[in-house]
């Protein structure tokens, strides 16, 4: 873990620019303040080739609030799922309209997939290839998208607030592109793969703008290694089902037609990194062992993309916070913190809850029932370390807090 200075350094400067923003009105960003959206089709951003050696065009599809009098506005670069051997940009068209209705500029990507042969099924030397293709095919549409700012102005995007999100494989795309640096440690296959293509920034195009972004959000995605998340990364939002067997909720592997293809960090087991490091995130959990189920309810839908909404306005809008809570709103305390033998569990009235005590890498290593408005817990088993404690009931998702154990 980094310095607290140099994680107090990069919060005054989120702080900065967000009350600079001309967009944060209390309502921009956050309802839906427009009806109608405007949208410009096949926008070219780069080129690359596949890892079946084709050569690709790689085009955006762009939607903003129609007669939207703002000059600047943020822009979220969003990639569609399907395991990476399937799916188009248009698929997130309808996901698009709605953060577009909320004052944003969407810019729905292209990214290359997997094309040789399904079976035998990728290796995951293969899928990772596939995936740093994916992150180059997104970095190039972030300085694509500055450097028209800073040139033709087609779109007024703001390039100092560009996020990154997406469904599924597009949010694993949009995590690792927000994640992963010159500053993290990566395997010699990983290194191989980025000395191949082009090093962590790839060739899709020559423009000379920062591929950087101020946040992403992830719809049912994870890092393959979730130790890449550092304190000078940006914030993120999760959101994910507890019991997916597509894409792991913790720490697993992520799979194609139900085959475990590639070592997977989930939302929880990010969300768990994040919080050690005192990165910005927030975690919606839904209980469920679908994937991205909640996408085809319309009330969880309008759920997500509000969460969502919500979390990149706060990082904009730091004086008019509305979504500073992590996970619950529920009054459960865990203390003391840092502990040593036992910790008392408050649950504010709360009865038959249960217990989950995790490592920060996300490994389970205790359950207990809680029976009662309060409990002591014994913690003599606990070696020294950072855990996560996380309180259920009946199949909610109602707190989770990080303690040190001395």
């Not at 009350?19 to 956050?30: E, I, K, L």
């Not at 951003?45 to 939207?68: A, H, K, R």
């Not at 698009?96 to 292209?110: L, N, S, W």
Request: aromatic share 10%; with cysteine; charged share 20%.
């Amino acid at each position: 873990m980094k310095n607290y200075f140099t994680l107090l350094c990069l919060l005054v400067t989120l702080c900065l620019n967000a009350q600079d923003h001309p967009g944060c009105n209390g309502s921009r960003f956050v309802e839906d303040v427009f009806t109608d959206v405007d949208s410009t089709f096949a926008v070219y951003y780069g080129s690359g080739y596949t890892i079946g050696g084709d050569s690709l065009g790689l085009y955006m599809d762009v939607f903003e609030p129609q007669n939207d009098p703002l000059a600047e506005r943020p822009v979220l670069i969003f990639a569609y799922g399907g395991s990476y051997i399937g799916g188009e940009r248009s698929d997130v068209h309808w996901i698009a309209r709605r953060y577009a209705r909320k004052g944003f500029v969407v810019a729905c990507i292209d990214y290359r997939l997997y094309d040789l042969p399904l079976f035998p099924l990728p290796t995951a030397e293969e899928m990772m290839d596939v995936v740093t293709r994916s992150v180059h095919d997104m970095r190039g549409a972030v300085r694509f998208l500055r450097a028209d700012a800073d040139t033709n102005n087609l779109f007024n995007v703001d390039p100092n607030w560009v996020f990154v999100g997406g469904i599924s494989a597009g949010a694993i795309t949009a995590m690792h592109t927000a994640h992963i640096d010159d500053e993290d440690e990566y395997s010699q296959t990983l290194i191989d793969i980025f000395d191949n293509l082009g090093g962590l920034e790839g060739t899709v195009n020559t423009l000379d703008y920062s591929s950087d972004v101020q946040g992403a959000v992830s719809l049912s995605g994870g890092l393959n290694m979730s130790q890449w998340i550092d304190d000078n990364d940006p914030p993120f939002i999760s959101v994910h089902e507890d019991g997916d067997g597509t894409v792991p909720y913790g720490p697993g592997f992520a799979n194609i037609f139900g085959f475990d293809i590639i070592a997977m960090d989930g939302s929880f087991t990010c969300h768990q990194v994040a919080e050690s490091v005192g990165i910005k995130n927030r975690l919606k959990t839904y209980v469920s062992s679908q994937h991205v189920g909640y996408l085809f309810s319309e009330t969880q839908t309008n759920e997500v993309v509000n969460l969502s909404a919500a979390f990149l306005h706060d990082l904009m809008c730091e004086d008019q916070v509305l979504s500073t809570s992590n996970i619950s709103t529920e009054n459960i305390s865990i203390s003391p913190n840092p502990f040593e033998e036992k910790l008392i569990i408050a649950l504010d009235g709360i009865q038959n809850a249960s217990l989950e005590v995790f490592t920060v890498m996300g490994r389970l290593v205790s359950t207990k029932t809680l029976e009662s408005p309060e409990s002591t817990l014994k913690t003599d088993d606990l070696e020294e370390g950072v855990y996560f404690f996380v309180v259920k009931s009946e199949g909610k998702l109602l707190h989770t807090q990080k303690l040190i154990k001395f």
